[in-house]
């Protein structure tokens, strides 16, 4: 199982994706967590995200910015903490697991609905003939409170992605277009992917439209993403087809990493 999370850290993913034109444009900024690019980050983006390379599920996110003196942070969905300093807030983020490697992020300013932001899981399923397609998407809204979209850590609740972005003021048109571009990002994804070393047949890409529209990429979860979030849905359309396509291959082939 070590060996899985290592392959699949964020950090080496990020750079594998960096390398190519196509995707490294919807990337935002990231680097590893230090003093340095903590207050370089600060200074340039504002707010920032501090992630742990290796722990998923929103467990190691901490979303920081300046304050008066020093910093102000937030814990997945706790209550605003503050640092004096740069230093002081890295040992407080390094209690969450102080062997782990952290990354600091630009925090995108991500399209919201009553003042929540939200993000977008794509699911992509390889077929019995072990072609990739897309199966679904849905909006993830954050907790109140939270720096989170996983649903079940912050407390959020699961939207149609249209009618997330209708609510965040999109027109139609718009809605449309961000859609197309959001299915286009992740084929493209996928295609890559093929030469990540790690095999999947089943991968949920997390990307977020930023209030402009803008479509950013934020992680891909090539190993064992959730169904369920799916079965939240009313419409259960996307349910079942992401149920059809993982039948299909599980028919036509063994290999599952």
Not at 26 to 34: R, S
Not at 38 to 44: A, F, N, Q, T, V
């Amino acid at each position: 199982m070590q060996r899985i999370v290592d392959r699949l850290a964020k950090w080496k993913m990020h750079r594998f994706y960096s390398k190519h034109p196509e995707i490294s444009r919807y990337l935002p900024p990231t680097a590893k967590l230090t003093k340095e690019t903590l207050e370089s980050y600060i200074r340039l983006y504002r707010t920032v995200y501090i992630k742990a390379n290796t722990i998923h599920t929103g467990r190691g996110i901490v979303k920081a910015w300046p304050a008066h003196t020093g910093y102000n942070f937030v814990r997945v969905r706790g209550k605003v903490q503050h640092a004096d300093s740069a230093s002081q807030l890295i040992n407080k983020v390094r209690e969450i697991d102080a062997k782990e490697l952290f990354l600091v992020q630009q925090a995108i300013d991500i399209a919201e609905i009553h003042g929540r932001p939200y993000d977008i899981r794509v699911m992509m399923m390889r077929d019995g003939a072990r072609r990739w397609q897309f199966a679904g998407m849905v909006a993830k809204v954050n907790g109140s409170g939270s720096v989170v979209s996983n649903v079940r850590r912050g407390g959020g609740y699961v939207l149609p992605v249209a009618t997330a972005l209708a609510q965040s003021g999109f027109s139609p048109a718009q809605v449309r277009t961000i859609r197309d571009e959001l299915i286009t990002l992740s084929k493209k994804i996928m295609k890559y992917s093929e030469k990540y070393p790690f095999f999947s047949y089943q991968c949920g890409i997390d990307l977020a439209v930023d209030k402009a529209g803008r479509p950013w990429m934020i992680e891909v979860n090539l190993h064992n993403p959730s169904h369920g979030l799916f079965k939240q849905l009313k419409d259960q359309t996307y349910y079942k087809r992401v149920r059809k396509l993982y039948r299909d291959y599980r028919q036509h082939h063994q290999r599952l990493i």
